[in-house]
């Protein structure tokens, strides 16, 4: 029983038991890049995972790269300058000196939980404006919030108006 017990909380420490993403399906015709931007990958810990992390020690998470949106995507545009896309993106985590006219906006969220979430959005330039843009399917702002804060929980209209009374003074006026 202790060798059983020894085993499971060397096995839950290890980095290496995480499940990877999955691998996106080759697209018919499309480059890497465009299978990369297919959108935000989100694969979740398996149970056997989820019961060995009761022995693991605590694992925050991680967030790297830049995250975009759904609405901040929807205001890019093409044939914007490079110092619009700054504006509505940020700086790119990647600029290749390569490949001087392509941006990447790298996104890679590693839950404590195990869940893991990925995406990646890719700007191209011509002549310094916006000539195409890849970035899928994004979550929202409102999702992305949701995924690291838990869901918003909806207040009881007593407790709301109990709220208002103690904290505000109403004024009203009458005609």
């Not at 993403?21 to 480059?31: E, L, S, T």
């Not at 009881?156 to 004024?171: C, N």
């Amino acid at each position: 029983m202790a060798a059983l017990a020894c085993a499971s909380l060397t096995l839950s420490g290890c980095a290496a038991w995480r499940t990877p993403a999955p691998n996106a399906a080759p697209v018919a015709g499309a480059d890497g890049a465009a299978v990369a931007n297919a959108g935000a990958q989100t694969t979740k810990a398996t149970n056997l995972q989820k019961f060995l992390w009761v022995f693991s020690p605590y694992r925050p998470d991680i967030q790297q790269g830049n995250f975009v949106s759904q609405e901040m995507l929807a205001q890019l545009k093409v044939g914007q300058t490079r110092d619009q896309v700054l504006f509505i993106l940020g700086t790119p985590l990647l600029t290749d000196i390569f490949h001087n006219d392509r941006w990447d906006y790298p996104f890679y969220l590693a839950r404590g939980d195990g869940e893991l979430t990925s995406s990646r959005v890719s700007v191209f330039f011509k002549d310094n404006k916006v000539e195409k843009f890849d970035g899928g399917n994004l979550p929202t702002e409102r999702d992305y919030i949701a995924r690291i804060a838990g869901p918003a929980k909806a207040k009881p209209d007593a407790e709301v108006k109990k709220k208002e009374e103690a904290g505000s003074a109403s004024i009203q006026i009458n005609k």
